[in-house]
């Protein structure tokens, strides 16, 4: 168990709609960064926030968003979902900014979009 | 543009044996960190090791051995002795370090351990 949790585990949800997907850090990170696994596209690092900041920003479309809240926890939001964006939705925490420092991943959200 | 090519897609080894698994990288930045990632079949990512491009240096973890050769764009990762726990996709990733994050995940090589 990495620490990092995500909530929901499965999402399935019809095209068009948003969805906001859930993420609370390992105690003490400040960092968390998102991924989405896809047969399409294989995995693709999102976007990165550190202490509430944007920090870095990956391949992430124009529909998604992301924040990170003072508690720490962030969410990440998906709108006006295509079948493409059906995918594994993986968060981490690190207690760097540095993106190249160790990251711990949560067990994914798997998003179904019908 | 960064590429990472795992041209390994799966591999199948006996218990005990030991597996090399291959990761040939491009890249036109002189400063960049290749990673090595595990994800058993339960999912979850698992980071295993960093490296810098400027320690050329092989390491050793236990059962696993990492060897990075700039000359020729190589991180491979050599499971020794293989064991059922290893079955798992490992990923291969790089990324850059000028000023922004970009990073590269290779399709990752699914490997199998029978007993």
């Known amino acids: 168990d990495s620490g990092v949790t995500q909530t929901p585990k499965h999402l399935i949800t019809a095209t068009g709609q948003r969805v906001t997907l859930r993420c609370s850090p390992r105690?003490?990170?400040?960092?968390v960064y998102w991924y989405q696994q896809s047969l399409d596209q294989g995995l693709q690092f999102l976007i990165q926030y550190y202490n509430g900041e944007e920090r870095a920003k990956g391949n992430i479309l124009e529909r998604f968003s992301a924040q990170q809240f003072p508690d720490l926890h962030s969410e990440l939001n998906l709108s006006s979902l295509e079948l493409g964006d059906s995918a594994l939705y993986f968060c981490a925490s690190s207690d760097s900014g540095r993106f190249v420092d160790e990251q711990f991943f949560g067990p994914g959200t798997r998003l179904t979009v019908l | 543009a960064q590429k990472v090519t795992q041209a390994q897609t799966e591999i199948s080894v006996v218990e005990k044996e030991d597996v090399t698994l291959d990761c040939v990288y491009e890249t036109r930045d002189t400063t960049y960190y290749l990673f090595w990632y595990k994800q058993p079949p339960s999912g979850e990512l698992v980071f295993l090791i960093r490296?810098?491009?400027?320690?050329?240096q092989n390491e050793i973890s236990g059962r696993y051995s990492w060897n990075f050769q700039k000359s020729t764009s190589s991180f491979n990762f050599t499971i020794t002795a293989s064991q059922v726990v290893d079955s798992a996709v490992y990923f291969c990733?790089?990324?850059?370090?000028?000023?922004?994050?970009?990073?590269?995940f290779g399709t990752g090589t699914k490997l199998q351990v029978i007993p």
């Open positions: 490296r810098n491009s400027f320690d050329e």
């Open positions: 990733a790089l990324t850059s370090s000028g000023g922004y994050q970009k990073v590269t």
């Open positions: 105690s003490g990170d400040l960092s």
